[in-house]
């Protein structure tokens, strides 16, 4: 059997702080001017690249942000284990404040274009909500396990409660993200 040489591609290779230079420009004209305005023009020109670079990389515009706002969410999902319900609810509610502190006005666009494109709303589901509900699940799950929550305590519920709270203070009524809203919010739902 003959031994497969795998050959250099032509041309250069991908460089990935292009691929986020890119993802970062279109990030910024989602945020500033809504899925349905921004172009590949207008990213190419704000990455300081050609139209070619990015459709080589990305086939269209919906399949760029889907991979630039996948690419941002997956950098800080966290699934700690600290031993204890309450240190890794806190943790985990810390690590969700800084996310949205970076990174809420992407997250905010995001959320709302998904209203209009079918194919933004599955890429939120899928990518925002689906891991961070899993490991939210992990935490409580853990707790039951443990002995620290009842053993018909409804998980799905109690993984959303955190998380649930922050989104709406980020997205409805615009109230501080205060570094101690973790532990207010464990405090309240997760007593010692």
């Not at 890119?22 to 990213?43: C, H, K, Q, Y």
């Not at 300081?48 to 950098?75: F, M, P, Q, S």
């Not at 955190?162 to 009524?173: E, F, G, I, K, Y």
Request: net charge negative; proline share 4%.
């Amino acid at each position: 059997m003959a031994a497969i040489v795998e050959r250099p591609r032509p041309g250069r290779p991908r460089s990935e702080d292009l691929d986020r230079a890119i993802e970062t420009a279109a990030l910024e004209l989602l945020v500033a001017e809504g899925f349905a305005a921004m172009s590949i023009e207008r990213v190419a020109a704000r990455a300081g690249v050609g139209k070619a670079t990015i459709y080589r990389r990305w086939d269209n515009k919906v399949d760029l942000v889907i991979d630039a706002v996948r690419h941002r969410c997956e950098e800080h999902v966290v699934s700690p284990d600290t031993g204890s319900l309450r240190g890794d609810m806190s943790a985990m509610v810390a690590a969700l404040l800084e996310k949205y502190r970076r990174d809420g006005d992407v997250m905010l666009a995001f959320a709302a274009e998904r209203t209009w494109h079918p194919e933004l709303a599955e890429a939120f589901r899928t990518t925002f909500l689906a891991e961070r509900r899993a490991a939210m699940r992990e935490i409580v799950s853990r707790g039951v396990a443990r002995g620290e929550l009842a053993a018909d305590a409804d998980l799905e519920l109690l993984g959303d409660v955190a998380s649930a709270l922050v989104w709406h203070r980020l997205s409805v009524t615009g109230g501080p993200l205060d570094s101690d809203l973790g532990e207010r919010i464990v405090d309240q739902f997760f007593p010692a």
